[in-house]
Each structure stands twice: as structure tokens, then as C-alpha cells.
């Protein structure tokens, strides 16, 4: 796939097209081949970029240097400038929305929050406040009127699909496992929450933790489970207090225990421990788990909802999918199936986070595009710089460049783009970011917490990381690239479990969008993000430099020399890179080349 | 308590919370509200609670109901505090360090103006 | 092995009522051995050899899972347990910065303990709390939007 270093999104909407923006598109393709680009700068057209009124418009990426009110003579100086010279022609560009309104948290329209409807509304240790606020409604409604195979029918309608990661159908699943044979059945709720930068279970166990305990026992009915787990990572030690009042809670009132609501249903729930490992995020990591052995995953067949807790029948979801079924109940499966794409029904939480202005938690319907996520309900990139790529799905997801900011979320969209729903985290990466040091983060990640059962994963990601971090060090050698390829391949294909083969998808994606960026390392010894401290050089302008002498003063290691009012100096050999002297520059002379 | 036994009894205890709510907000009680979820503690939050409950002490200030909640999602503003006064809407405010705290119970709670600068829409 | 010494002993004990707690259940091992973690601040040998013996399970199995599991901790530690964020939201948001002056405060490098024995620090994973980071825990509390700065002041609080 040809890579560029530039991207023009050209905006198609009608009232665009009206003013010209596919003549001035052609232009652009024109001009750029004229100056020899076209290998380097790819045109595109686009929907609503957002400033109709003002069109044609044009966003040049990576920068995001939005230009409005473009004619058709401005085509030839604009490539120029921006393409050749790199200056943006600052008299075409939209004006920049003022301050202050990054500060209010405007209500965003884009938003349904159906998990997280009673997240900072309600006192999560009162059960009362839960109820009024229609808790439990959903479970008397399936006692008294529905059997259990209803309750599986209208999980089924809904489209609802597993919310932690793999999206298999919950209502098929639910299915499998009433119809397994076993005497004894079990309810699981996976609060194993391990991928960096997601909290969205977090929250809900923490503020809401009864549309959880309702659902599992709305779960636990359908499949004809007595006994209940929910399992919660240890580095959740508010959650796991929470949710245990609420059951406390519950208990009392009768709505779990011996039968419920004066039913001949019975059912049990407790609260168990991780005790830190990634790994036990995995269905049957967990479930050895809370069978007191190390949470090292098996092969599968037999899946849990045959053979799991104890070789019983056992129903696994996630927070999220339990947190979403009493609503679906009350409100009916339609009303769910409404939201969302074709495959991809109903909203999804997802967790903001990195170089974004506003990060939190945000609960969409699926189809929204990335863009939306970012630009419109996260408020854009920190500090006015540019957006470079977006981590979706934790350590196994992909990294997805600005191509992709029209990307509508869904379960296929995503894995079609090289990465994955995941349980829904959202890294946002600037124009500062290190694709490579990125992806050697999440590589160290995945290698600790390898459960060390299986040789590809034990060992390949091993390999990889080692890979990895010489080309940090800028010690990367001419076949790396092709043998991180050719390693991940046979990881993905081999490991035991997802975890596995998960876990060459940073390297995968890394190289798939940002192979220049592993070329620099290797091949130039270069970091085009100065980040890989091995590669660069922090150097004094002689011509900024009035020698106030503060950067020498704090310098950890004395790598700099310099007289009062002269220029300074540092020396490479000493220095270690650590970024102090730039941090304390007043006058910007501090250079990282 | 009482045991639940039919979707009857579930109604009455959802008209019971709604009663109280609607008693506390028609008695002209304040609520504050503290977002105490972990992301909220990590950006102080017990230290704003603590504030919250010294100043009412100190000040001898009556007819105020302290609660807390769970993470509402704009964990950046954290440490998060609500006020709803009787029966008007609720006013949320971000970012309320302990010294806020002061400025927050003073302007909203007891003279009953919103306190604008910390004030964030949600 | 022996129990000779009175520490032993007291181990012996911790792990006991450990085991009652959770009715001698193979299965509840975990919670076994989170319980003696909490009481003890790690798991002695002492101790797992005795719940090897009530549970009928193998030594070498208890151990495995004892070191398994990152918040177990076979070896002393110090009086506090610091757990620093390492996980890419944190690092992206500034925590390497972070992370190494407290490691220059301190004087000791991650996954060991404090010459004076009063600090033990260690990296974690992600602690979900990412919009604040960058992030760390001290023993149960937790500290977010950490800067350098802030460190002396969070570390002076402890004994």
C-alpha cells in the first residue's frame, strides 16, 4: 500500500459542491502532480467537513489545517505553500474557536447514555435511589410474566453483542448455555477490566452497581444458573467495596437469595477478587482464576457455556453486556435495535483518554465516527496540535491514522481497518507521539503479562519486543521489519488464546500505517517524533541563547558549559536526553534535532 | 427493610424514594453532591468531602443534605460538586479543590447565587 | 520444615485463621492468600507451607500461584507499597517524567525495597483511573495528576 505524508480531505456536501469543491479538488490533484507530490500528498473527498457556509473547504492532515473560502486561483500558491515550503497560509484558514468554550462542557447531542444513565445521578449505595429510578422493574416483569426462553428471544431481538471485545451475540450465547446439560449453572460477570486506559466498567460498578446485579439475575434466570460470580480486578479496590454493599443491599430486600419476588427462582451472587494479572480478562484465565489456580487459559472447545466454572455450564459476559439488559427488558428489544448499524446494535461506552482535550467516559451509538469522538464531543487535540493516530481496543487493538477519522465504530468497521471494538478504549496520540516507542510500550505490556503457557506467545513476543527496542535504541538492522512480520504472522496464527493473538496487532498496525517511521529508526537512525531518546540530539541556538545560564543550573548530569551571557553548550556525550533544559528555557533556544 | 415479594412492593418503595426526593427538593433543603468514584478520590475528592462537611460544621449551616455519587464521565473536571437548591436545577462544578469548597458553600449554598467560575455544563 | 521461630509461629496463625475464614476450600485459595498478603504485607514461607498442608495441596502449587498473581509478594517488603501507573494513557500524559523523579527521591529502582525497609516500589497496570493521570498508589490511596512537584508532599505524609 502506498503511504503518504499528506492527506487533502475535500468536502462533498451538496452545499460544497454547489460552490465548486470538486473543481477545486481537481485542481489540487493537478497542481500536486505538477509538483512531482503525488506520490506523497493523496486527495480526497469527504462529507461534511462542517463550514459549508463558508466553502468550499479543505483539511490538510496530518495538521488539521482547516482552509475555507478556497477559489480556484489560490489552488497553485496553497500547494506550494503548505506542500513545498510547509507554511500554512494562515489568510485562508478558519478562524480558531476561542477559549473559553473549551472550558464549558457543552451537552452534546451525540451522546445516549443508556449503561451509564445513572452514573453521577444517584447515590450508588442506596438501593432505594436505584429503584426509583425504575430499578428491579425489569427483573419483576420477566418473574411474573416471562419464561425463561422469552428472555433469551428478546436478548436475541435486541442484537445486543458482547461488550468486551469480541461482540458474540449475548442472546445466542445465553441459548448455548440453557441448553447444555448440567445440573448445576453458573453466572459470570467478567470485571477483570485490565486494558490501559479503559474505565468504563469501572464507573458503572462504581455508580450504578445494580443495573449490573440485575442484570445477571435476569441472565441467571434465562439459563437456569443458582450461583452468581462477579469478578473484579483487585486494582478496583472502590469498585469491589461498592458493588458488595449493593448486594448486601439487595439481599436484604429479597431480590437475591431464596426465591426472588415470591418466585420458585432461586439465585446466589458474590464478589471475587483478582489478584493482578491481565491475563485472568481472559474467559478461561478467569474462570482457573476463581477456581484458585493460576489464570493460565485453555483451548477451546469446550467453551464455557458447555464446560466452565467447575467443568458446569457457565454464562461469561461483561459489565457493560449484563448493565444493558434490564433496559432492554423495560424498554423492549426495538427500542435498542433502533440504535446503532446493521451489525452493531444499541450504544457503546468508551473511554477517552491521552491527547485529547476532554477525556472521560462517553456513551455513543454505534456508526459514529471517529472524528465525532474526537473533534465534537472530545473537544480536539490538546493544546492545538495535530491529531496523528488513535489506539482503539487496548494493548491488542490497532492504531488507526487520520484516514480513518471518517470511520463509522462499529464491530466490522474496525476490524476491517486493522484494529478492534476491544472493550472500548480510545488512546488519542499527537503529532508528538512515537509510532514506534508506541507500539514498544504495548509490546512491553503484552510480554509481562504473557501467562507464559504457550511458546509463541511466551517466546514471540519476547522476540519482538527485543526487536523493538533496538530499533528504539537505533540499533534496528536492514530485514527487521520483515521479520517482525513474518513473527507476528506466526504468533497470531499459533497462540493459545487471544491474548496471543492479540498481541503482535501493535506492531501489525504500526507498520501497516507508519512504516516510515520504523525506516527512519532503522535505516536513518532517526526519530521524525523525538521521542526515542537514543535519537536525538538537544541542542542550544546560539541565536536564541542569551546565556541566563538556568539550563546548565538544571541539568542532572552537568552535560552543559557556558558563561553568564554567552551562548551555552551541551555536550552530547554527556548528556542524557531527558528534555529538563528545554522544560526550563525561556527563550524556546533549546533545540531536539 | 422488608423482603420484596411482588412487583407491587417494588412500587411502593419507587414512590417511597421518589416522596423523599421530592420532600427534601419542597422543604427548600440544599443537597451537595460529591463525586466520590475513584477518579474522583485520585483528584482529591475525599479531601473536597472533608471541606464540604468542616465548613457546614464551622459555620453552623442548617437544612443542607451531603451526599455522594459515582464517576459521571468528565473525570478530567474531577473533583466534581453538585448543588441543587429545592426544587431549581442542579448546577454542577468542576475541579473544586478544598479552597473552592469555601467559595462554592459560601456564594451557592448560603447566599444562593451559582458560583460561575468553577461552573461547567454537563 | 520446622516452625522455630516465634515470626514463624505468627504466620503459622495468620495463615490459619486465614484458611477458616474461607472454610478450608481449595478453591477459595486465592482469597486465602490475599488475606495473609493484606495481614502480612507478603506471603511467608511459614504460611505457605501451612495452608499446603490444611488445603491438602501441593507446595509447589501454591507456590506458582502465589507468583502468578503481581499483588502477592512472596518476599518482605517495605512498610509502604508504591504502585506506579505504567500504562500508555499515564505515559502518554507525562508519567515517565513523573515516574523518574520519584525514583531519584526515593533512591531505588522499581520491583525493590528501600535500604530503611520503609519504601517498596512497583509499577502496576492500569488502575482505570487515565483521565487523571498520571497516576500512582501508596498502600490504599490513590493520587492522580501527578506532577514532580507534588511528590515530596504525598511522600511526607507517610511514616
Redesign the interface.
Known amino acids: 500500500m502506498a503511504y503518504f505524508r499528506s492527506h487533502i480531505l475535500v468536502c462533498n456536501d451538496p452545499e460544497c459542491l454547489e460552490k465548486g469543491s470538486m473543481d477545486i479538488m481537481e485542481l489540487l490533484k493537478q497542481e500536486i502532480k505538477a509538483q512531482g507530490l503525488e506520490e506523497e500528498v493523496q486527495v480526497l473527498d469527504t462529507p461534511r467537513i462542517g463550514l459549508c457556509a463558508q466553502g468550499p473547504e479543505i483539511i490538510v492532515y496530518p495538521e488539521g489545517f482547516h482552509y475555507i473560502n478556497l477559489e480556484k486561483e489560490n489552488i497553485t500558491f496553497l500547494v506550494k505553500e503548505q506542500f513545498l515550503k510547509g507554511r500554512p497560509v494562515e489568510k485562508w484558514l478558519a478562524p480558531k474557536k476561542p477559549q473559553a468554550e473549551q472550558?464549558?462542557?457543552?451537552?452534546t447531542q451525540k451522546e445516549v447514555r443508556v449503561v451509564?444513565r445513572n452514573?453521577?445521578?444517584?447515590?450508588?449505595?442506596n438501593i432505594?435511589?436505584y429503584?426509583?429510578e425504575?430499578g428491579?422493574?425489569a427483573l419483576?416483569?420477566v418473574l411474573?410474566e416471562k419464561s425463561p426462553d422469552d428472555v433469551i428471544q428478546l436478548v436475541k431481538d435486541s442484537g445486543l453483542r458482547g461488550r468486551g471485545g469480541a461482540g458474540f451475540p449475548t442472546g445466542v450465547k445465553w441459548g448455548f448455555t440453557r441448553d447444555a446439560a448440567g445440573d448445576q449453572k453458573y453466572v459470570i460477570c467478567n470485571a477483570d477490566?485490565?486494558?490501559?486506559?479503559?474505565?468504563m466498567n469501572?464507573?458503572v460498578l462504581?455508580?450504578?452497581p445494580h443495573s449490573v446485579i440485575e442484570g445477571m439475575i435476569i441472565a441467571a434466570y434465562a439459563i437456569g444458573a443458582s450461583q452468581g460470580y462477579i469478578y473484579c480486578r483487585?486494582?478496583?479496590?472502590?469498585?469491589v467495596q461498592?458493588v458488595k454493599i449493593a448486594i448486601n443491599q439487595a439481599k436484604?430486600?429479597?431480590?437475591l437469595g431464596e426465591n426472588i419476588?415470591?418466585t420458585d427462582f432461586s439465585f446466589d451472587l458474590e464478589v471475587?477478587?483478582?489478584?493482578?494479572?491481565?491475563v485472568c480478562g481472559e474467559e478461561t484465565a478467569l474462570i482457573a482464576?476463581?477456581?484458585?489456580?493460576?489464570?493460565e487459559p485453555r483451548p477451546r472447545p469446550p467453551f464455557p457455556a458447555v464446560s466452565g466454572l467447575?467443568d458446569k455450564p457457565t454464562n461469561i459476559n461483561n459489565v457493560e453486556s449484563y448493565a444493558n439488559v434490564p433496559q432492554i427488558i423495560l424498554r423492549g428489544p426495538q427500542w435498542f435495535a433502533d440504535m446503532g448499524t446493521e451489525k452493531s446494535k444499541g450504544t457503546k461506552t468508551f473511554?477517552?483518554?491521552?491527547?485529547v482535550n476532554?477525556?472521560?467516559?462517553?456513551?455513543v451509538p454505534f456508526g459514529i465516527t471517529i472524528r465525532e469522538i474526537i473533534y465534537e464531543i472530545g473537544g480536539g487535540i490538546k493544546d492545538g496540535r495535530a491529531f496523528k493516530a488513535i489506539?482503539t481496543g487496548g494493548?491488542m487493538g490497532g492504531c488507526l491514522p487520520a484516514e480513518y477519522l471518517d470511520l463509522p465504530v462499529d464491530y466490522e468497521e474496525l476490524t476491517k481497518a486493522g484494529s478492534i471494538m476491544g472493550s472500548g478504549g480510545m488512546?488519542v496520540?499527537d503529532d508528538e507521539?512515537c509510532m514506534v516507542d508506541?507500539a514498544r510500550?504495548?509490546l512491553e505490556?503484552i510480554q509481562d503479562?504473557s501467562?507464559g503457557k504457550c511458546v509463541p506467545c511466551r517466546v514471540g513476543t519476547k522476540r519482538m519486543l527485543e526487536i523493538v527496542t533496538r530499533i528504539c535504541e537505533g540499533n534496528g538492522r536492514d530485514g527487521d521489519i520483515e521479520l517482525l512480520e513474518n513473527l507476528s504472522a506466526e504468533i497470531v496464527e499459533d497462540s493459545l488464546c487471544g491474548l496471543g493473538k492479540g498481541a503482535p496487532n501493535p506492531v501489525i498496525s504500526t507498520l501497516r500505517f507508519f512504516r516510515d517511521e520504523y525506516e527512519a529508526h532503522i535505516f536513518n537512525k532517526e526519530c521524525p517524533a523525538k521521542v526515542c531518546r537514543a535519537l536525538i540530539n538537544y541542542d542550544i541556538d546560539p541565536e536564541a541563547c542569551v546565556g541566563c545560564t538556568l539550563c546548565a543550573r538544571n541539568c542532572p548530569v552537568d552535560a552543559i558549559t557556558g558563561e553568564r551571557k554567552e551562548t551555552h553548550v551541551i555536550d552530547p556525550d554527556i548528556c542524557i536526553r531527558?528534555?529538563i533544559c528545554k522544560q526550563v528555557c525561556n527563550y524556546d533556544a533549546v533545540k531536539v534535532t | 427493610m422488608n423482603t420484596i415479594k411482588s412487583l407491587e412492593d417494588l412500587k411502593k418503595i419507587r414512590e417511597q424514594a421518589l416522596e423523599k426526593r421530592k420532600a427534601t427538593a419542597v422543604s427548600g433543603a440544599t443537597q451537595v453532591i460529591v463525586g466520590m468514584g475513584t477518579c474522583g478520590i485520585a483528584a482529591g475528592a475525599r479531601e473536597t468531602m472533608k471541606a464540604v462537611l468542616d465548613y457546614i460544621e464551622k459555620n453552623n449551616v442548617e437544612n443542607v443534605v451531603v451526599t455522594q455519587t459515582g464517576c459521571i464521565g468528565i473525570c478530567e473536571q474531577e473533583p466534581i460538586l453538585q448543588v441543587v437548591q429545592g426544587e431549581s436545577e442542579k448546577t454542577t462544578y468542576g475541579k473544586v479543590s478544598p479552597s473552592v469548597v469555601e467559595k462554592i458553600m459560601q456564594s451557592h449554598v448560603v447566599d444562593g447565587e451559582v458560583y460561575e467560575e468553577n461552573k461547567i455544563l454537563i | 520444615m520446622a516452625i522455630n521461630t516465634k515470626q514463624d509461629r505468627d504466620f503459622v496463625k495468620t495463615a490459619d485463621e486465614a484458611v477458616d475464614m474461607y472454610h478450608a476450600k481449595k478453591e477459595e485459595l486465592i482469597p486465602i492468600l490475599m488475606k495473609v498478603n493484606q495481614d502480612l504485607g507478603y506471603i511467608p514461607k511459614a504460611a505457605m507451607e501451612h495452608i499446603s498442608s490444611r488445603l491438602h495441596v501441593p507446595q509447589s502449587h501454591l507456590y506458582s500461584v502465589a507468583s502468578f498473581y503481581r499483588m502477592f509478594f512472596t518476599e518482605q517488603t517495605g512498610r509502604h507499597v508504591i504502585k506506579f501507573c505504567e500504562s500508555a494513557p499515564c505515559h502518554v500524559a507525562g508519567g515517565r517524567e513523573v515516574f523518574e523523579a520519584l525514583q531519584e527521591q526515593l533512591s531505588i529502582s522499581p520491583g525493590s525495597t528501600s535500604d530503611d525497609g520503609k519504601w517498596t516500589l512497583i509499577t502496576t497496570s492500569c488502575l482505570g483511573v487515565c483521565a487523571v493521570g498520571p497516576v500512582m498508589m501508596v498502600d490504599e490511596d490513590i493520587y492522580g495528576n501527578l506532577t514532580p512537584e507534588q511528590l515530596p508532599d504525598i511522600l511526607a505524609k507517610y511514616e
Open positions: 472550558e464549558l462542557r457543552e451537552p451509564l452514573c453521577g445521578k444517584i447515590d450508588p449505595q432505594e435511589e429503584i426509583a425504575d428491579y422493574a419483576a416483569t411474573s477490566e485490565g486494558d490501559p486506559g479503559a474505565f469501572r464507573a462504581e455508580g450504578d483487585a486494582e478496583y479496590p472502590i469498585a461498592t436484604n430486600y429479597g431480590l419476588f415470591g471475587r477478587q483478582g489478584a493482578g494479572a491481565f482464576s476463581i477456581e484458585g489456580k493460576r489464570g467447575f473511554a477517552l483518554a491521552g491527547d476532554k477525556t472521560g467516559l462517553i456513551e489506539q494493548p488512546v496520540m507521539t508506541i510500550f504495548f505490556f503479562e501467562c531527558c528534555g
